[in-house]
């Protein structure tokens, strides 16, 4: 059997996609593109069985606006399908992205609930199921979407009690863990049973989309994300064109450093998200696709690719039809500030333009507000501008209090980052070195303790990171290699880490030490690039005095 390697793959949809023009737009008399296998039963008319298959393979996949139309077309069929209405509200909410469903989604949810429970065709299963997503819409005025989710993820594991061996069952309970372990401190705990579940599932059906996808997600954590790489690795084969499926392995290879293959992995879920239409007007190929352009542009990064870097800004600002949301409002936000500080761009940095799209409601989303900020105060104090840095940080410091004041701790937490950073590179500017180490620190341990959220592929610098840098600037190259070394580990083979710790190892006259990082960062530098630390790598190690 002939086994296709990555990049081979990536070779071959390129040129699949090159043919055919458009994977999406096909007929309903032609076959359609593999997605997976599930097999759900429900006690609607025979007509609709396989197309309800096809609708929940798509929401395993979080392919939301396609899996709606599915259930909507099902549910015009067979209007006594009372599991269809079911299907629809799951499409309303999106349990591990960043998005919160509005008023109308709210209320359009409900009334799916209520069309569902007032039909009769229904089994104890499929009631249950139903009375899920009736936990999650009930009240559409309650806009606590903790409380709405901690509703779903306990109504789901008391469906899970009752049919413990249902395929089904154990996917959409493993997806309910997922979620609750974002709401806490013990993610760990979360993604470890849900992984758990995934792979019973996958024991039975590899084709299974939910297994795979939700061990992936399981997997995204520090502490899982060795785990099962051939199953993360076959997620691409069983819907090969599917953007989302494409993409979700290199959550994986970002954690792993492999650049290479999270670049190959993204630039198919970008190409094939601009075949991937929903709606009138397609947004949903622009949501997918500045999500992956966000991927690549990290990991070309950490290549010291600058110039592929740059051209996925391009690609995003290229673009029309912007869909409005958190996901597109955090990928403008957040990839010019990455472009920035990655090169230590300060000038470019301090200069970003905070809301800088109209198209986006920004007084909904102030984490990818805070992120502009944060690359302005940093950018700006290292440009001697105090006066700039204190109106970043009052900024960031009044984006947080907005979070906190509805809720919403995770994204809260991941301001809260933001502003612990800006307020050390301060400190430090004004020569209080204590405060300065202190708020980094501080920054450092919360870090750690919140759960990367998967809208982004690492934070956009990492604190441990930065408290390196601030004390290579302090003279503390022993505690500097200590703090990069621990970036290292949460955010293996990043460029700027890898070389903090070369230059703190030779501060220190840790030859050999040195010798192996500055080897570390030539090893993923990309060729060609002129970032000045391949450079400096490629003199050391080239030198006489680091063979001692």
Same mark, same amino acid.
């Given at each position: 059997?002939i086994?296709?390697?990555?990049?081979?793959?990536?070779?071959?949809?390129?040129?699949?996609i090159?043919?055919?023009?458009?994977v999406?737009?096909?007929?309903?008399?032609?076959?359609?593109?593999?997605?997976?296998?599930?097999?759900?039963?429900?006690?609607c008319?025979?007509?609709?069985?396989?197309?309800?298959?096809?609708?929940?393979?798509?929401?395993?996949?979080?392919?939301?606006?396609?899996?709606?139309?599915?259930?909507?077309?099902?549910?015009?069929?067979?209007?006594?399908?009372?599991?269809?209405?079911?299907?629809?509200?799951?499409?309303?909410?999106?349990?591990?992205?960043?998005t919160?469903?509005?008023?109308?989604?709210?209320?359009?949810?409900?009334?799916?609930?209520?069309?569902?429970?007032?039909?009769t065709?229904?089994?104890?299963?499929?009631?249950?199921?139903?009375?899920?997503?009736?936990?999650?819409?009930?009240?559409?005025?309650?806009?606590?979407?903790?409380?709405?989710?901690?509703?779903?993820?306990?109504?789901?594991?008391?469906?899970?009690?009752?049919?413990p061996?249902?395929?089904?069952?154990?996917?959409?309970?493993?997806?309910?863990?997922?979620a609750?372990?974002?709401?806490?401190?013990?993610?760990?705990?979360?993604?470890?049973?849900?992984?758990q579940?995934?792979?019973?599932?996958?024991?039975?059906?590899?084709?299974?989309?939910? +297994?795979?996808? #939700? !061990?992936?997600? /399981?997997?995204?954590? &520090? @502490?899982?994300?060795?785990?099962?790489?051939?199953?993360? $690795?076959?997620?691409?084969?069983?819907?090969?064109?599917?953007?989302?499926?494409?993409?979700?392995?290199?959550?994986?290879?970002?954690?792993?450093?492999?650049?290479?293959?999270?670049?190959?992995?993204?630039?198919?879920?970008?190409?094939?998200?601009?075949?991937?239409?929903?709606?009138?007007?397609?947004?949903?190929?622009?949501?997918?696709?500045?999500? +992956?352009?966000? #991927? !690549?542009?990290y /990991?070309?990064?950490? &290549? @010291?690719?600058?110039?592929?870097?740059?051209?996925?800004? $391009?690609?995003?600002y290229?673009?029309?039809?912007?869909?409005?949301?958190?996901?597109?409002?955090f990928?403008?936000?957040?990839?010019?500030?990455?472009?920035?500080?990655?090169?230590?761009?300060?000038?470019?940095?301090?200069?970003?333009?905070?809301?800088?799209?109209?198209?986006?409601?920004?007084?909904?989303?102030?984490?990818?507000?805070?992120?502009?900020?944060?690359?302005?105060?940093?950018? /700006?104090?290292?440009?001697?501008?105090?006066?700039?840095?204190?109106?970043?940080?009052? $900024?960031?410091?009044?984006?947080?209090?907005?979070?906190?004041?509805?809720?919403?701790?995770?994204?809260?937490?991941?301001?809260?980052?933001?502003?612990?950073?800006?307020?050390?590179?301060?400190?430090?500017?004004?020569?209080?070195?204590?405060?300065?180490?202190?708020?980094?620190?501080?920054?450092?341990?919360?870090?750690?303790?919140?759960?990367?959220?998967?809208?982004?592929?690492?934070?956009?610098?990492?604190?441990?990171?930065?408290?390196?840098?601030?004390l290579?600037?302090?003279?503390?190259?022993?505690?500097?290699?200590?703090?990069?070394?621990?970036?290292?580990?949460?955010?293996?083979?990043?460029?700027?880490?890898?070389?903090?710790?070369?230059?703190?190892?030779?501060?220190?006259?840790?030859?050999?030490?040195?010798?192996?990082?500055?080897?570390?960062?030539?090893?993923?530098?990309?060729?060609?690039?002129?970032?000045?630390?391949?450079?400096?790598?490629?003199?050391?190690?080239?030198?006489?005095?680091?063979?001692?």
């Amino acid at each position: 059997m002939i086994r296709l390697t990555w990049s081979d793959f990536f070779l071959t949809l390129t040129l699949m996609i090159s043919l055919t023009g458009s994977v999406f737009s096909q007929q309903l008399d032609k076959p359609e593109p593999p997605i997976g296998k599930v097999q759900y039963e429900i006690s609607c008319s025979d007509e609709v069985g396989p197309a309800f298959n096809e609708a929940v393979s798509l929401l395993h996949h979080m392919t939301y606006p396609q899996a709606k139309a599915s259930f909507e077309k099902i549910a015009a069929i067979d209007p006594e399908c009372a599991i269809a209405y079911w299907g629809i509200g799951m499409t309303l909410f999106q349990p591990l992205w960043p998005t919160r469903p509005g008023p109308n989604e709210l209320q359009e949810g409900w009334e799916m609930v209520l069309k569902a429970k007032s039909l009769t065709s229904q089994t104890k299963r499929e009631q249950l199921f139903i009375a899920t997503t009736e936990a999650f819409f009930r009240n559409p005025k309650n806009t606590d979407y903790r409380e709405r989710i901690r509703s779903w993820a306990d109504a789901t594991e008391k469906l899970y009690r009752e049919f413990p061996d249902d395929t089904e069952v154990k996917a959409f309970f493993a997806l309910s863990l997922l979620a609750a372990g974002q709401l806490g401190s013990q993610g760990l705990d979360y993604n470890n049973r849900a992984a758990q579940v995934a792979l019973s599932i996958h024991a039975t059906n590899p084709l299974h989309p939910g +297994a795979i996808h #939700y !061990l992936i997600h /399981a997997n995204d954590i &520090q @502490g899982r994300e060795h785990g099962s790489l051939d199953i993360v $690795r076959s997620y691409h084969t069983i819907a090969p064109h599917n953007p989302h499926a494409l993409h979700m392995p290199t959550h994986i290879f970002i954690r792993l450093g492999n650049w290479q293959e999270a670049i190959d992995g993204n630039l198919m879920a970008a190409e094939a998200a601009l075949l991937h239409s929903a709606g009138d007007n397609g947004q949903y190929v622009w949501d997918e696709y500045s999500h +992956a352009l966000e #991927y !690549l542009l990290y /990991a070309y990064l950490q &290549q @010291g690719a600058d110039e592929s870097a740059f051209e996925q800004l $391009r690609l995003l600002y290229s673009r029309g039809n912007l869909q409005p949301t958190f996901k597109t409002a955090f990928n403008l936000a957040s990839m010019p500030a990455r472009y920035a500080l990655e090169r230590k761009a300060w000038k470019e940095a301090a200069t970003l333009s905070p809301q800088a799209h109209n198209e986006i409601a920004w007084d909904r989303y102030p984490w990818p507000e805070a992120i502009t900020w944060f690359a302005r105060g940093i950018g /700006a104090i290292h440009e001697g501008d105090h006066v700039e840095a204190r109106n970043a940080l009052k $900024r960031i410091e009044e984006l947080e209090e907005t979070t906190d004041k509805v809720g919403e701790e995770l994204f809260r937490n991941q301001i809260r980052i933001l502003r612990l950073g800006v307020s050390s590179w301060i400190s430090h500017f004004e020569n209080n070195e204590e405060q300065a180490h202190e708020l980094m620190q501080a920054a450092a341990d919360l870090e750690v303790s919140t759960p990367k959220h998967p809208v982004t592929p690492a934070p956009t610098l990492p604190a441990h990171e930065l408290l390196g840098e601030l004390l290579m600037e302090q003279n503390k190259p022993l505690e500097a290699l200590d703090a990069f070394r621990k970036s290292l580990k949460l955010y293996p083979k990043r460029f700027n880490s890898l070389l903090g710790a070369a230059r703190a190892a030779q501060s220190l006259n840790h030859q050999q030490i040195a010798r192996e990082f500055y080897t570390g960062l030539l090893e993923i530098g990309a060729t060609g690039s002129d970032r000045s630390g391949l450079a400096e790598a490629r003199f050391y190690l080239s030198s006489d005095f680091d063979k001692n």
